[in-house]
């Protein structure tokens, strides 16, 4: 079983999050579209299926990363995430119970053995297109086998 598929987002916290938000797209150019960056790529073994990396700046009192005493949570990309969170229990390592599902798909968090909080996340199954909704496509652009997920939004 394929446990990470990569890298979902990077997310930490700071004193000033607008300030921060706004240096980094002054200096490096990274701007914000719904409250996070995110960075769109289409998978090495797929190609015709796109995903992201979501980079996102949380206030330093935000409990998202609780019980987490560190200024930074990573997301990593899982394949299937139940199947993961099975293993990772056998071998006894900490998982939240909280479970979350939504239009982004699926997230699930685990503690490393140093306290770093790690969101999994499954996103959601791409949507192949239909004979019927292929035929009305008329442009080369719009031909894709999968549907791009929607930006995930920040949640605190």
Request: hydrophobic letters at 30%; aromatic letters at 10%; charged letters at 35%.
């Amino acid at each position: 079983m394929k446990r990470v598929t990569g890298l979902g987002g990077l997310f930490f916290k700071s004193d000033d999050p607008e300030k921060l938000y706004d240096w980094y797209e002054k200096h490096l150019g990274i701007a914000r579209v719904q409250g996070a960056v995110t960075f769109n790529w289409c998978d090495a073994d797929e190609p015709t299926r796109s995903g992201m990396t979501v980079w996102a700046i949380f206030p330093r009192d935000s409990k998202y990363f609780d019980p987490s005493r560190a200024g930074f949570m990573m997301n990593f990309r899982v394949a299937d995430l139940d199947g993961l969170l099975e293993k990772l229990q056998e071998k006894g390592v900490e998982i939240d119970s909280h479970r979350e599902d939504s239009d982004y798909g699926r997230f699930a968090w685990i503690m490393d053995p140093d306290g770093n909080r790690i969101e999994l996340w499954e996103p959601p199954s791409p949507v192949k297109p239909t004979k019927k909704s292929a035929k009305k496509t008329t442009s080369g652009a719009n031909r894709k086998s999968s549907k791009k997920p929607k930006a995930k939004k920040k949640r605190h």
